[in-house]
C-alpha cells in the first residue's frame, strides 16, 4: 500500500469498515510512514472538531439572520 491508497482508505479505516487484509496493509504502511500518521491524526482531529461544533445549539441574533436574508435576496 502507497500513501495515496491510505488517503482513499482512510474514511473506511477510521469507521472500521475496512476488511482485515486491507486492515493489515494499512497498518504495515502507516507504521513505517509518518507522513501517513500525520494525515490520519489530522483526520481524525477534523471529524472530533466538526463533531464538537454541533453539540450545543447556537444563538444567532435575529437582526444578523435577517440581514444576511435581506442581502441573499438582493443578490439573487
Do not use: W
Not at 43 to 55: E, G, L, P, V
Request: proline share 7%; charged share 25%; glycine share 4%.
Amino acid at each position: 500500500m502507497n500513501c495515496r491508497e491510505v488517503s482513499d482508505f482512510l474514511r473506511e479505516f477510521v469507521a472500521g469498515e475496512l476488511p482485515p487484509e486491507v486492515v493489515e496493509e494499512f497498518d504495515v504502511h502507516v507504521g513505517r510512514c509518518p507522513t501517513c500518521v500525520e494525515f490520519m491524526n489530522q483526520y481524525r482531529a477534523t471529524i472530533a472538531a466538526s463533531r464538537a461544533a454541533f453539540t450545543e445549539p447556537c444563538d444567532v441574533p435575529d437582526e444578523l439572520v435577517d440581514a444576511i436574508l435581506k442581502a441573499l435576496q438582493q443578490a439573487g
